[in-house]
């Protein structure tokens, strides 16, 4: 029976490996299985394909990796005939660009879209999944594969009297399709992470009146962002092979490293020169090629964020709303740094209103606006710029169910444990892509995404031809993975700071590290270990 019967009757369909989610993951993986030689079908919620580049399309989304060091690697034809315009592109460009690589490798045919997952089940006597849809549909497959994302299960505060809203509400990651004119509204923006950034510069060029209620102010720096001509796209298609290899010799998957030295193995005139010259440089590297200790030594640390402070005082007119701005109660880094194009400037507008919820927490929302401890803001729109369940919040929500019907949300209920950060003890012939305590979710994550799929898909091709039915992480490994990820961490800054990294922006969520903090060379030495070794750590059937 066809995918397209499957859909009219609801009767079940045999796979090969059945795919959650159609973002950059999931086209890889149908590319790459496909050319395997295995049957896929790929589910995903949308309308249309592209994961985050989907749905977020809030004003002013984009990069913030360099776009020519995001796009996939795997085909060089691509890599040719693709142009980026900008250093870093704007969301509808990348929306474009996997739109252009899902037709090219004629992808669609294998994903059913505005299907959501609903969950999925083991069954131990035959080793194959069932999944099943929100509509009521089922297939089955061999392998079950994952690819949500790291921020795609929206996460919106239970405000009071949330409902209550008589006017327009909206969520930064369920953006509608249609633009809205904000130059005659007044809004309310409740969020100040790196989504918020993007969005609160965009649209304080042309609103009404916009306030902004700030829970934590954030380490921004510029992203420096200019367009690509011609002549320079051209040098950039010629340096692909550099390009890429730096990213893979690279802490973070970028085309730049950390700098070997201390921070304090050159003198306090010639560290200030760097960091004026990092600053002025586009992209992460003020963050990721730094001094190797500014994310393990407070000290280190401390040099670069009163730097940060500096800049973010010296960008802002009024001292009292450069105060609120700046931050002070927690190491630079430790939360994802926002890359801006004028963030600190918008808050120098007449029309603009920063809000600090330490000062004044909202206390409920109303049918009219917003209401703090301090007063009532009038507002016709609400913007939740709160972000995301992160990491695990996709998987969860999604009832898979292993072994004995082992909840996947109630084994991760303290935290995720996982092997690789690809698979999990209980769960066999399951695989997550860029999923917790893997590297993928803590990088340049297009360039951690193909290590993720190539060693997957990798994997299921050996076990085919080697007739092995069953993979299943061993809970000893599991347990080692575990351990070597909190030693990793722990030796960090990172744990000193609430963030989603951590898993402190949803109540009542284990506060615990949910990526891995090894760097992407590391680990994908670890992951290639495993494979060679006949993939050691795994019970094979």
């Not at 918020?196 to 420096?224: D, S």
């Not at 903090?517 to 030495?525: I, L, N, P, S, V």
Request: proline share 5%; aromatic share 12%.
């Amino acid at each position: 029976m066809t995918a397209s019967a499957t859909a009219a009757t609801g009767a079940a369909t045999d796979y090969d490996v059945i795919i959650v989610g159609a973002g950059m993951s999931g086209l890889y993986l149908i590319h790459r299985l496909r050319e395997l030689g295995f049957t896929v079908r790929c589910y995903e919620a949308g309308d249309g394909v592209g994961g985050t580049w989907y749905w977020n399309r809030y004003p002013g989304c984009r990069f913030d990796s360099e776009s020519w060091a995001y796009g996939y690697s795997w085909s060089q034809e691509l890599l040719e005939e693709w142009n980026w315009s900008e250093h870093f592109a704007a969301q509808p460009e990348t929306e474009r660009y996997l739109n252009h690589v899902a037709d090219k490798f004629d992808l669609r045919r294998d994903i059913q879209l505005s299907t959501r997952v609903a969950g999925a089940r083991y069954d131990a006597a035959t080793n194959t999944w069932t999944v099943e849809t929100a509509h009521g549909e089922q297939a089955t497959a061999r392998y079950f594969v994952t690819a949500v994302g790291v921020l795609s299960a929206p996460y919106t505060p239970d405000i009071p009297g949330r409902d209550d809203f008589q006017g327009l509400a909206l969520h930064t990651a369920e953006w509608p399709k249609e633009p809205i004119d904000f130059s005659a509204r007044r809004i309310a923006v409740i969020g100040s992470g790196a989504t918020a950034v993007q969005l609160i510069t965009e649209v304080g060029k042309n609103v009404g009146h916009m306030t902004v209620f700030q829970r934590t102010p954030n380490y921004c720096l510029p992203l420096g962002n200019s367009p690509i001509g011609d002549e320079e796209m051209a040098r950039i298609k010629q340096d692909y092979p550099e390009i890429f290899r730096k990213c893979r010799e690279s802490f973070g998957a970028f085309p730049y490293n950390f700098d070997p030295r201390s921070a304090f193995d050159v003198s306090d005139e010639e560290r200030r020169r760097i960091y004026e010259e990092m600053y002025a440089e586009p992209g992460f590297r003020i963050w990721l090629g730094n001094f190797f200790d500014i994310l393990t030594d407070r000290r280190a640390n401390d040099t670069m964020a009163e730097f940060v402070r500096e800049k973010i005082r010296g960008r802002v007119d009024d001292p009292e709303t450069a105060r609120k701005l700046t931050p002070t109660d927690y190491p630079f880094g430790t939360k994802r740094v926002p890359l801006e194009s004028g963030y600190f400037e918008t808050f120098n507008r007449a029309n603009v209103e920063l809000v600090d919820l330490n000062e004044e927490p909202i206390e409920r929302i109303t049918a009219n606006g917003v209401k703090t401890s301090s007063r009532e803001y009038a507002v016709d729109t609400i913007v939740y710029a709160t972000g995301f369940d992160a990491v695990t919040g996709a998987l969860v929500r999604m009832d898979i169910r292993g072994e004995d019907g082992q909840a996947l949300a109630d084994k991760w209920a303290d935290g995720p444990r996982t092997y690789l950060g690809l698979t999990t003890a209980g769960f066999p012939n399951m695989f997550i892509v860029v999923g917790p305590q893997n590297a993928a979710s803590f990088c340049n994550v297009p360039r951690c995404i193909e290590q993720n799929v190539e060693w997957v898909t990798d994997c299921i091709a050996w076990l085919r031809d080697r007739g092995v039915a069953r993979i299943a992480a061993r809970p000893e490994s599991e347990q080692a993975w575990v351990e070597h990820c909190e030693a990793l961490i722990n030796a960090t800054l990172l744990p000193e700071t609430d963030s989603w990294f951590m898993g402190a922006n949803i109540p009542g969520k284990k506060r615990v590290f949910l990526n891995y903090a090894g760097g992407a060379m590391e680990y994908r030495q670890q992951c290639d270990d495993a494979a060679q070794a006949g993939y050691a750590g795994f019970a094979l059937t």
